[in-house]
């Protein structure tokens, strides 16, 4: 069996990350560039730290029984596979992290997903039926991104109550750009003689999205704190955001209006914010709201009532 020269060519250290993920540790490897380690066989060189020699044990122990050229032939064809599998694994890590830290709906959301007071909620395949007295409007609601779908149960329950049934869609992973097609779903197992479709924040883009290859199906499209990246002709058209969002990209919303029909309607919740058009607690980056959260939901179906539906149907309020 061979003996094995280990050379220390070069030491790299994350302070911040032995700070976070390790034991407190002012030196985890008390080696220095340039130094040399003897190694024989599986037995630790004297002197050298655990860490660095759990990491080239195998390698150590393979050259002191003959192997040679570790990265060329079957080494390198290993590679070719082990480093886009080990790429694929922590993206994958880092997407479900990102996606399980989410809004979720508070108390109120889930009090307002209880039937009663004129409103029949059911569960089915695309989410929840909030159905209402009505039988000729109905409303396909996309929820904001990671933001529990239930948070916009006390908007849609005050929609059901005033004339327009609505359809709440639970998106995978709690983002509309992994569900933007729902809408068919709701479209083949419903039957109303008006649609309509809305959405909150990114949302309201992809229902934008989606509407935009749709016109057919829907007298016009609600866009809650949002805005469309794509040209909508023929829809009645309703922006409405509060004057507190900070949340909202202003550059984008203005520069997108040219998407919109030139009758498009905008509407300003005088101290609304965004996280209130859903019941899901304050969201980073937010302007504190200076109305309630009752106030700004009955602003919002007040004036979809208003503007949409007197519009698209001539039904007066």
């Not at 794509?230 to 009645?236: M, V």
Request: a negative charge.
């Amino acid at each position: 069996m061979k003996k094995v020269r280990i050379t220390v060519m070069r030491m790299t250290s994350y302070p911040d990350l032995i700070e976070q993920y390790e034991n407190p540790m002012e030196h985890p490897c008390d080696m220095m560039l340039g130094q040399v380690f003897v190694a024989n066989g599986w037995q630790k060189p004297e002197g050298m730290c655990d860490s660095a020699w759990d990491t080239l044990s195998p390698f150590v122990m393979a050259l002191s029984h003959g192997a040679e050229d570790f990265y060329e032939g079957r080494m390198k064809k290993k590679l070719r596979w082990i480093i886009p599998v080990a790429v694929i694994i922590i993206l994958a890590c880092t997407f479900f992290a990102y996606v399980e830290q989410y809004y979720h709906a508070d108390d109120t959301a889930l009090a307002a997903m209880k039937s009663g007071e004129n409103v029949e909620i059911s569960e089915t395949n695309y989410g929840w039926l909030f159905d209402g007295q009505s039988d000729e409007n109905a409303l396909i609601f996309y929820p904001g991104a990671k933001v529990e779908a239930k948070a916009y149960a006390p908007l849609c329950r005050v929609l059901a109550q005033n004339g327009i049934d609505v359809c709440l869609v639970d998106m995978p992973f709690r983002l509309a750009m992994f569900g933007y097609n729902k809408a068919d779903e709701v479209l083949d197992s419903l039957q109303y003689e008006h649609w309509y479709i809305a959405g909150h924040s990114l949302g309201g883009a992809f229902a934008a999205y989606y509407v935009a290859g749709h016109e057919v199906d829907f007298e016009g499209i609600i866009l809650l704190a949002s805005y469309s990246t794509k040209e909508l002709d023929g829809l009645s058209t309703l922006l409405i955001y509060g004057s507190e969002d900070q949340v909202l990209t202003m550059d984008a919303y203005e520069k997108n209006k040219s998407n919109l029909p030139d009758d498009f309607v905008e509407y300003i919740i005088e101290g609304g914010n965004h996280a209130q058009f859903g019941s899901y607690g304050k969201q980073a980056g937010d302007g504190i709201a200076l109305i309630s959260a009752d106030q700004q939901i009955d602003e919002t179906v007040k004036a979809i009532r208003e503007i949409i539906i007197e519009r698209a149907t001539g039904q007066p309020d």
